[in-house]
């Protein structure tokens, strides 16, 4: 089993910043692709940003240009640094982990991002 543990999301104004971290634990993979979707009231869940272990970033649409992961491969974490947020961006941010070796998949319990206008 694999926990993830996100923290970051809150309430922010139009064109503000956020970042969502994601810690992974317990039977980590060594090798593992994590990343967020977000899913908005009403709408199905999307990408917004997977990354492999090799190092490579596969954006979604939604936050191109603005959304940006980082990794720390120590802590077993990932950020994503949210910079022009719009009011759009409101939804619950859901972390995803997927084991390379095991091939299991995880996600998040989700955390809240809401954009005011």
């Known amino acids: 089993q694999v926990q993830l543990t996100e923290s970051g999301g809150g309430l922010v104004q139009s064109g503000g910043s956020l970042q969502l971290s994601c810690v992974a634990s317990?039977?980590?993979?060594?090798?593992?692709?994590m990343g967020w979707y977000r899913q908005a009231p009403g709408k199905r869940r999307e990408l917004v940003v997977l990354l492999l272990n090799d190092g490579y970033a596969n954006y979604g649409t939604s936050g191109e240009g603005r959304f940006t992961i980082s990794r720390d491969p120590v802590k077993d974490a990932v950020y994503l640094q949210m910079i022009l947020l719009k009011p759009e961006d409101t939804a619950t941010y859901y972390c995803?982990?997927?084991?390379?070796?095991?091939?299991?998949?995880?996600w998040g319990q989700g955390t809240q991002v809401i954009v005011s206008s």
């Open positions: 317990g039977n980590v993979d060594s090798r593992y692709t």
């Open positions: 995803y982990y997927g084991g390379e070796q095991t091939g299991h998949e995880y």
